[in-house]
């Protein structure tokens, strides 16, 4: 549409509206935080009066302009959430070939998506970044090539930002059709929400290697977001699970997710309870949240030929490896990047989470808190002040 209107403003160029065109296409290029003024935003009829006296083609533009955009919040620079952060409107964008856009009613923020912003890991990808990664809503527009039918669908989505700018924190976004899966009627989009990287981290961890049924299985930090999926569907899988997690509501929440056992890795001789829990056989597949603090607590548990799978480092990010203690139990240590897996993989754990959610409705999916979009910057700060249970949701519904 853009296009079109510049063209049609450009043939006007004889009444002075040129100047107008190149000013309307400048705004759909960069965002109304250029069009309106930052931070501004349209306030209905006395933007009529500030335009009073406006050639009618002009009036026109500025009521596509408006129509075009969406609520948004995106950062320039990285930094703290409340600094960079900035809540405004932006262009409602367009799917490409392959893509569906989404009306989201809710976005959830990872730990990644605020390392991400804070620049903890990466320097800045785009010039404007739109931050989140997951979230929850309904296909309301289809780029080439994609099915029709998919048209008002309720989907779940992860990875929205993973190589490319737009995230979830936003009205709308577009993305590959395949990183949609459909979200079940009887879950709502904030538990839609929660989902995303959590869910399908915890179920490649589990399940790249085939069925789990009759292991024995380690979740440390079983009440993070991870931890409290991999749990769940650890559980699903036919899994005896041993959940690691800190004394008090942390072991509440693991235990709810159905550990048959939850073990206070805090304390000093955690690693022999564990061991006790298993009969002295030790544990067949281990999903670790904290390689660098669980290193020796790993090593100690894992049966012979065990599967040992470390999604996240903690603090202790160089420790040295006891090679010796790995080969004589025949041990794998398999580092898990979700967004490095195989596609194929990934299909899969969509798949296997779409079964689950329909198989298990009375699922958890814990909400930790929820903030409106113009808060993310809140959402932010709740998730890096490292006490949450479960995931952070942000409302993108302003309606
Ligand atoms: N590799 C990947 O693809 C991938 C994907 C998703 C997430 N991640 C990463 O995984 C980490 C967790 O994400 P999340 O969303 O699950 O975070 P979360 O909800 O904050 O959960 C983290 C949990 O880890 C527990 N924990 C920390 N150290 C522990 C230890 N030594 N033993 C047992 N539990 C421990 C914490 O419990 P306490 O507070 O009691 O210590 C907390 O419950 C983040 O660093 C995230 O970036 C990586």
């Given at each position: 549409m853009a296009d079109d209107l510049t063209a049609a403003y450009s043939k006007n160029a004889?009444?002075?509206?040129d100047s107008l065109a190149n000013g309307f296409a400048n705004s759909l290029a960069l965002g109304s935080s250029h069009a309106l003024g930052k931070g501004e935003s349209f306030r209905g009829a006395s933007d009529f009066g500030n335009i009073h006296g406006c050639h009618p083609c002009e009036i026109l533009a500025f009521l596509l302009r408006v129509q075009d955009l969406m609520k948004a919040v995106w950062y320039d620079r990285q930094g703290r959430a409340e600094e960079v952060l900035e809540f405004g409107e932006l262009p409602t964008p367009q799917p490409g070939p392959g893509e569906v856009r989404v009306r989201l009613h809710t976005s959830a923020v990872n730990p990644a998506d605020a390392n991400r912003r804070a620049g903890r890991l990466h320097?800045?990808?785009?010039?404007r970044i739109i931050p989140n990664s997951d979230g929850a809503g309904t296909i309301d527009g289809l780029g080439e090539s994609v099915d029709p039918a998919l048209l008002g669908s309720r989907v779940w989505l992860h990875f929205a930002q993973r190589g490319r700018p737009f995230g979830t924190a936003a009205e709308y976004v577009c993305l590959p059709r395949e990183l949609t899966s459909p979200l079940p009627e009887h879950l709502d989009f904030t538990h839609g929400a929660c989902l995303g990287i959590p869910a399908m981290t915890a179920y490649c961890g589990l399940f790249q290697r085939g069925p789990i049924k009759g292991k024995r299985i380690l979740v440390t930090g079983g009440a993070g977001a991870v931890g409290h999926y991999a749990v769940q569907l650890a559980k699903w899988g036919g899994a005896h699970v041993i959940a690691t997690a800190s004394f008090g509501r942390k072991a509440a929440h693991a235990t709810l997710a159905g550990a048959d056992c939850v073990i206070d890795y805090t304390a000093p001789d955690a690693a022999d309870q564990i061991l006790e829990a298993t009969q002295g056989r030790g544990v067949d597949h281990i999903i670790d949240v904290n390689a660098g603090d669980n290193l020796e607590l790993c090593l100690k548990v894992a049966a012979d030929h065990a599967l040992w799978i470390s999604y996240a480092v903690g603090a202790q990010v160089a420790r040295e490896l006891p090679l010796i203690a790995l080969i004589r139990k025949n041990l794998c240590i398999r580092g898990m990047y979700l967004s490095g897996l195989p596609y194929e993989i990934r299909c899969m754990a969509q798949e296997g989470l779409s079964r689950w959610t329909r198989e298990v409705p009375d699922a958890i999916h814990a909400v930790d808190s929820t903030f409106s979009l113009r808060d993310t910057a809140m959402a932010h700060l709740a998730v890096e002040a490292g006490t949450k249970l479960g995931t952070v949701v942000v409302r993108c519904n302003l309606e």
């Open positions: 004889g009444l002075g509206l320097g800045m990808e785009y010039p």
